[in-house]
């Protein structure tokens, strides 16, 4: 069965066709982050990066799925996206649990020792 993925090459390189059965999100991130004392952009030392993530929100277990997390750029890096059909993208570099809902409203009601919150 085909699913829709993202593929990515950087620098003319294939890397990844990210993409999973069952995702309700699918997004590529390229950022340019702040280093040094200053903590604002500037282009003496930028940090750039690319990330890739995946979410699957609808199955027993909600995750998160990742590839190319971290990928470091640098000026005059090329990263290329395509908008694919794929039998078979790229297994995630990483895929971690997400609590579902109602583990969330359990871990809250442990929180708060079993007590409801008054209305306002």
């Given amino acids: 069965m ?18 999973a059965q069952d995702l309700a999100m699918l997004g590529a991130h390229l950022s ?35 590839w190319l997390n971290g990928t470091q750029l640098r000026p005059g890096d090329r990263v290329v996206m395509e908008i694919v059909e794929v039998d ?6 990483q895929e971690l649990s997400s609590p579902s809902s109602e583990q969330l409203a359990a871990a809250s009601r442990r929180e708060r020792g079993g007590r409801r919150r008054k209305p306002v």
């Fill in 32 to 66: 340019i982050g702040a280093s040094g004392p200053n903590q604002n952009i500037d282009c003496t030392n930028p940090v750039f990066s690319l990330l890739v993530m995946g979410l699957a929100i609808h199955a027993p277990q909600p995750r998160q799925l990742t």
């Fill in 2 to 19: 085909k699913v829709p993925a993202i593929r990515i090459e950087i620098n003319g390189e294939p890397k990844v066709i990210a993409g």
């Fill in 88 to 93: 078979e993208p790229t297994a995630p570099e």
